[in-house]
């Protein structure tokens, strides 16, 4: 294994460990129930390392991965199965992650408590638009939406980061839904000055609202508004492209835009690996560097 996949699986070992003595992790499937049949061969860490390798390996799909895990990692995980088991156990390790990545917001949360932070959202285009009618697997799910560069089927990730490119929150909708309506949900847990786009401009109750829980929200205006701001806040407000630089990668460099997913479970677990992986592409010495810059 590789100093940094052996850096890998060791931190995602040890933060397991860590969430195992948590409350809400008992409340999960038992990742290896002594049920009729063979147990897992491969162990709930080495799925979630091996998933995090295949995102930042830049692999198209999950069975590109393996043919090349079966080549090249069968040293470092003697234990790998066959792909249709692999898949399977990738799937079935959905739940572990939506825990995982909560702490490793948290976390970020807790370094940041002081920064400015930006908010923003980006479109999750789950087929082209010619095939809306035929896509199945998002059906219930996923919705159109619009963004500046034309209408799109998919979700929206909502997010909010600080000044280091540091995800702090984030939290997933349907194609159609307003930027503004998830506000609460992505500032649960912080306070302080928050920057975002004319797309974030709110009515004068919900703006004093959000006053009184010490969120200021500072946005730009919209073209056929006054512009009336000073040099320091338009120079705050160019920082915004922070988190612009924050999808860039997730979509660029760790291919969270995927259109492959044969159901909602596999699309979800591949957007929450595509996340997991954007904290670790930076470490040190088996730590992630929260707060390193994109």
């Not at 940041?112 to 908010?119: H, L, R």
């Not at 730590?287 to 390193?292: E, H, N, S, V």
């Amino acid at each position: 294994m590789t100093n940094y996949n052996t850096e890998i699986f060791f931190f995602v070992d040890e933060l397991l460990k860590t969430l195992e003595k948590t409350t809400i992790w008992k409340k999960l499937p038992k990742w290896n129930p002594y049920i009729k049949g063979r147990k897992k061969r491969l162990s709930l860490s080495e799925v979630v390392t091996l998933n995090i390798i295949a995102v930042l390996g830049h692999f198209a799909d999950l069975k590109a991965f393996h043919r090349n895990a079966k080549l090249y990692l069968l040293k470092d995980f003697p234990k790998l199965t066959n792909y249709e088991n692999y898949l399977k156990a990738t799937n079935q390790s959905l739940p572990f992650l939506t825990i995982i990545l909560r702490l490793l917001l948290n976390i970020g949360k807790y370094y940041s408590k002081n920064s400015i932070k930006y908010v923003d959202s980006t479109p999750l285009q789950v087929c082209k638009n010619k095939r809306i009618k035929r896509n199945k697997v998002c059906k219930n799910f996923a919705a159109r939406g619009k963004t500046t560069i034309g209408w799109f089927y998919g979700f929206k990730l909502h997010g909010v980061c600080d000044s280091n490119g540091t995800l702090l929150s984030i939290t997933f909708t349907p194609g159609n839904i307003d930027d503004r309506q998830v506000l609460n949900t992505l500032f649960e847990g912080m306070e302080g000055l928050f920057v975002g786009d004319a797309g974030y401009l709110l009515k004068n109750d919900v703006w004093e609202a959000f006053l009184k829980k010490n969120i200021h929200l500072f946005t730009g205006v919209r073209n056929n508004m006054k512009k009336m701001m000073t040099k320091e806040q338009h120079k705050e407000l160019k920082k915004r492209e922070i988190i612009e630089t924050v999808w860039s990668v997730l979509k660029g460099n760790l291919s969270i835009v995927y259109t492959l997913a044969r159901s909602i479970t596999g699309m979800f677990r591949h957007f929450f690996y595509s996340i997991i992986a954007y904290f670790f592409r930076y470490m040190d010495n088996g730590q992630i560097l929260i707060g390193a810059k994109s």
